[in-house]
């Protein structure tokens, strides 16, 4: 049995080496390294895959965030709300901002923000909500622009782990994950569905005028050299970094049925297991589902009760698979983000959360030979001492 990786970028990069290795071989020799026609074609190509007006490719997830913001006009002391449980860059960079990061809690099946939360948090301050499509699965967008709409605010998309994804609104009308709010961002590191080879990032909208801010924010706030119009920023995507994802961008949907394939896998093999709680996605299939694309597994988290959660990590480190825990620790209880506003009672899931979730491999290498050992070892684990 071939070594089993958290993500297996070697065995992705096998086939896409030839165009990858002729692409970036054709930016040395023409040496158009920044903003040069690979990213460019890059941009196109995203704007018709998303279905979205204005891709604006930036040099990483974070920056993105963080320029969506800028491009906003947000200022100091604005609330922006976000969920508790997430990676630590959503809040980062409202901080950075010197805007008010106001944290809620999320929903204990799809580990998303939760609609109650936001409702409750809304002060005449708050001037936008961060979704994150945390784990690969849209967020309820349906509710979220709604709330918005009727208080007069922005919303701004969390992409970084859910490209490729497809919200399905009430009225049966499709979108792409990014394509919803006013404005999203979105990360191209290594290990992501659409992963370059170093990092990466862009931000999406069909707001033409927010469009033209945010070209010049990435830019030094230029639009034409040495004219700084606006405070700007130095985020760019390297030309070589875009062959590797023109590379993938026509493979996308084939990596994220990989992935949900892998996720029918898993699912079949801990069904009605007493202490393991699938993921849920949000139409109900659970990702058994052949043709749902609601969800695109960037991770496979389970929840594993009655604290046998810690126990499973050791087990599996032990016997060589790698897995992940996403996230050990909420964010309000994070160092850099406490606050005396924060009321331990409002944070009821993500706080159990913490404790019971653990993410497998989950890639589009991953063979039956690598699903079945590493599902024995997680039954046998779990069930052990029942």
Do not use: W
């Amino acid at each position: 049995m071939k070594k089993i990786q958290m993500v297996d970028l070697v065995g992705q990069y096998e086939e896409i080496k030839g165009q990858v290795n002729s692409s970036m071989q054709q930016v040395l020799e023409t040496a158009a390294f920044i903003n040069g026609p690979e990213v460019h074609a890059f941009q196109k190509e995203l704007e018709n895959y998303l279905g979205v007006k204005h891709v604006i490719p930036c040099a990483n997830g974070t920056d993105a965030l963080q320029i969506c913001m800028m491009g906003l006009d947000l200022k100091p002391g604005d609330e922006v709300i976000t969920a508790d449980f997430t990676f630590a860059a959503t809040v980062e960079v409202i901080a950075l901002l010197q805007l008010t990061p106001v944290l809620v809690d999320v929903e204990v099946d799809t580990f998303n923000i939760d609609i109650k939360a936001i409702e409750k948090a809304i002060t005449p301050k708050t001037k936008a909500i961060v979704p994150v499509h945390l784990f690969g699965q849209c967020a309820n967008m349906d509710a979220i622009m709604e709330i918005a709409e009727k208080h007069n605010l922005y919303v701004i998309e969390d992409n970084a782990q859910g490209i490729g994804a497809t919200h399905t609104f009430k009225d049966g009308k499709k979108a792409k994950s990014g394509t919803i709010g006013h404005v999203a961002s979105t990360s191209f590191f290594p290990s992501k569905n659409l992963g370059c080879y170093g990092d990466g990032g862009a931000i999406f909208t069909n707001d033409d005028d927010l469009a033209h801010i945010i070209r010049g924010i990435v830019n030094h706030g230029m639009y034409e050299r040495y004219h700084h119009d606006v405070v700007g920023v130095n985020s760019r995507l390297d030309s070589l970094q875009a062959t590797v994802l023109r590379a993938k961008l026509p493979r996308l949907d084939s990596y994220n049925a990989k992935r949900r394939a892998t996720a029918r896998k898993y699912n079949e093999a801990f069904k009605n297991q007493r202490d393991i709680i699938l993921p849920k996605t949000v139409n109900g299939c659970d990702g058994i589902c052949e043709v749902c694309d609601c969800h695109v597994f960037h991770q496979y988290t389970l929840r594993i009760l009655r604290e046998k959660r810690d126990r499973l990590v050791q087990h599996l480190n032990e016997n060589a698979v790698p897995c992940g825990v996403y996230y050990p620790i909420p964010l309000h209880l994070q160092k850099a983000y406490q606050d005396n506003r924060y009321n331990e009672a409002d944070f009821k899931v993500t706080n159990q959360l913490v404790k019971e979730v653990i993410s497998l491999p989950m890639h589009t290498e991953l063979d039956d030979e690598q699903i079945n050992f590493i599902t024995k070892l997680v039954i046998d684990c779990v069930k052990k001492n029942e």
